[in-house]
């Protein structure tokens, strides 16, 4: 008997556990029959077999104007996926992070009798809590990356379950060792002995452009004290590597390598980050890095976000450890010479003492649950009901 699922990711970080989870479903079923993926998701959701209904690309929008101007087109697209996956046959659905758009689409096949999961909670810890009312009228099922979510779910209708993050499970705990470090040099060109910093000022060209300015003024004095320093910077698409090489002109004296590419090859040369805010705080935890963490807003986009964040903390070692593991500069807080002086703290507590790696480490083995599998587990369980 076929098992027909339908999905929905709306962005690179959605096709990456969407792909992970079809791959897991697939090898846990095969032996009650076939399985059949139909949905909406990348290239490599479509290389474990998903069926497009539609490019992942349809659902692409940026900023707060973007959404608005194509709203229609939205619409239009949200209402013609649940006619088809109504129509399709299915024996649940999975909206994989994505979330306004998830929740609609998955509200309205819930309401068709169709049973439904939703993949990567909201950051409800974070701000809008009632948010958790949300999920549970659209979803029956919840995929929690982190261990503490569940409890905010208690008392509602949805099963809130921790998998685990497959980020976790994908970096070795021996990744970031010196082994590691000194290839990813070779592949950087960096010299092996100099001390190397990782800058990361964000994903969009928005956030470079308010962290770069302060990050580069950190990376001067850091490398004024550090001597023999480099400076190693990923640039994520085109458009950012234009912002940032347009910033480090200001900038002769540092030895600086630019490269195309995500945060990992950069965390792993460093012995030492400075991070935007983000899924790179993880990253550089999951590779036991030492950093520093800072997020800069808007004058008016920073006092809105005063007032309805919650949490004490932004960086993810910082919330999964309940306390201040790494710095925290924020904002006004955010100078280079603040930066700088933080950096060269990290570095020498990460040098002289054991424990300061060990804590990244324990945090590293929590979420190291094999997300891929749990997930397809509960999804295969969910629809056993």
Partial sequence: MTLTLGLLAGEASGDNLGAGLM????????????????????S???SQGLELLAP?????????????????????????????????????????????????????????????????SPSVYAWRAGRTKRVAKSADLL????????????????????????????????AGA??????????????????????????????????????LAAARLFAASHSPAHIVIPCLRPEIRATIEQGVQAYPDLQLTLYDGNARQALLAADVALVKSGTSTLEAMLLHRPMVVSYRLGGFSYQLAKRVVRTPFIALPNILAGRALVPELL???????????????ELRQARESSTYIERFEKLHDQLRQGADVKAAIAVLRLLQQ
Wanted: proline share 5%; net charge negative; hydrophobic share 45%.
């Fill in 178 to 215: 010196n082994s590691g470090r000194q290839a990813a040099r070779e592949r950087l060109g960096v010299n092996a002995n100099d001390t190397v910093l990782a800058l990361l000022p964000g994903s969009r060209n928005s956030e470079v452009r308010l962290m770069l300015a302060p990050f």
């Fill in 56 to 120: 992942m690309d349809a659902l692409a929008v940026n900023g707060f104007r973007e959404p608005i101007l194509r709203l229609p087109q939205l619409i239009l697209l949200y209402r013609r996926l649940v006619k088809e996956f109504t129509h399709a046959g299915l024996d649940g659905f999975i909206g994989i992070d994505f979330n306004v758009f998830n929740f609609l689409l998955e509200s309205a096949l819930k309401q068709r009798g169709l049973k439904t999961a939703h993949y990567v």
């Fill in 44 to 46: 490599r959701m479509q």
């Fill in 331 to 345: 904002q006004y807080a955010a100078t280079g010479e603040a930066l700088a002086q933080a950096l060269t703290v």
């Fill in 143 to 174: 995929l929690c990356l982190y261990p503490f979510e569940p409890d905010f779910y208690a008392g509602t209708a949805v099963h809130a379950e921790y998998v685990g993050h497959p980020l976790a499970d994908e970096i070795d705990p021996q």
């Fill in 23 to 42: 791959r897991a479903l697939k090898d846990l079923h095969v032996v009650d029959g076939d399985i059949r993926f139909v949905g909406v998701g990348g």
